[in-house]
Nanobody, 117 residues
Framework: QVQVVESGGGLVQAGGSLRLSCAASGRSFSSYDMGWFRQAPGKEREFVADIKRSGGTTSYADSVKGRFTISRDNAKNTVYLQMNSLEPEDTAIYYC??????????WGQGTQVTVSS
């Protein structure tokens, strides 16, 4: 069982920045594919960004490309999402997912991000 815990959400004005953190348990963190997803009220959960294990290849949703950056620190078992130029449309609960062994998905409880106009 892998525990996933997000932090760093909050209220920010449009144009501002936030950095989300996601800590995952386990001794093999570098072998996990890590991803960020978000769910706005009344909408389905959607992909935001991910970063592959050890090689660190990243991918982004078109809506956040150029504004958000995903990174990882394997020594700290942590993945980050740096969010710049935030827009009201980015308001959502942000979830972190750890994909382990290409089979199992572990989700965190989510962290709220609210962007005011």
């Amino acid at each position: 069982q892998v525990q996933v815990v997000e932090s760093g959400g909050g209220l920010v004005q449009a144009g501002g920045s936030l950095r989300l953190s996601c800590a995952a348990s386990g001794r093999s963190f570098s072998s996990y594919d890590m991803g960020w997803f978000r769910q706005a009220p009344g909408k389905e959960r959607e992909f935001v960004a991910d970063i592959k294990r050890s090689g660190g290849t990243t991918s982004y949703a078109d809506s956040v490309k150029g504004r958000f950056t995903i990174s990882r620190d394997n020594a700290k078992n942590t993945v980050y999402l740096q969010m710049n130029s935030l827009e009201p449309e980015d308001t959502a609960i942000y979830y972190c997912k750890a994909r382990v062994g290409m089979v199992y998905n572990y989700w965190g409880q989510g962290t709220q991000v609210t962007v005011s106009s």
